[in-house]
């Protein structure tokens, strides 16, 4: 009798009379599973939220891109594109109406204050729930 046969006798986890005591019987594992084992993995594991303050149209194309192509939900501040350009600022809101319309990306305003404008944008895939 081995070492790891000893440590499962005295630790009770003795594999013999495990299926005798349960009428399993004295069957080899091949008879339990199969060859090939099938894994269930979801897609993204996790989701990285983004917080940024856009200083520019360049940086809403790196929100557009988080969001639909590495499907990660984004928290933005647009009051300094609000107060910087108001072209830049109208840009940026048909960038957020293009996402959510053709898209399917989710738009929250979170705050609106004299110095933030928060409001928090999701891909199709992450559901936003507003409680009042």
Known sequence: MSFTDNLKKS????????GTAYGIGDYGEDEFF?????????EQT?????????KSVD?????FDQIVEE?????????FLEKQ??????????????LRHQYGAEAILLSQSEDKNLII??????KLVRKD
Not at 71 to 79: A, G, R, T
């Open 11 to 18: 630790l009770g986890f003795e594999e013999d009379d495990f």
């Open 34 to 42: 199969e060859d090939e084992f099938t894994s269930i993995s979801p």
């Open 46 to 54: 996790f989701y990285e939220i983004v917080l940024i303050r856009p």
């Open 59 to 63: 940086d809403m194309d790196y929100i």
């Open 71 to 79: 499907n990660n939900p984004v928290i933005l501040d647009l009051k």
């Open 85 to 98: 350009s108001e072209k830049d600022f109208r840009q940026a809101g048909e960038i957020l109406k293009l």
């Open 121 to 126: 944008v999701t891909p199709s895939r992450v």
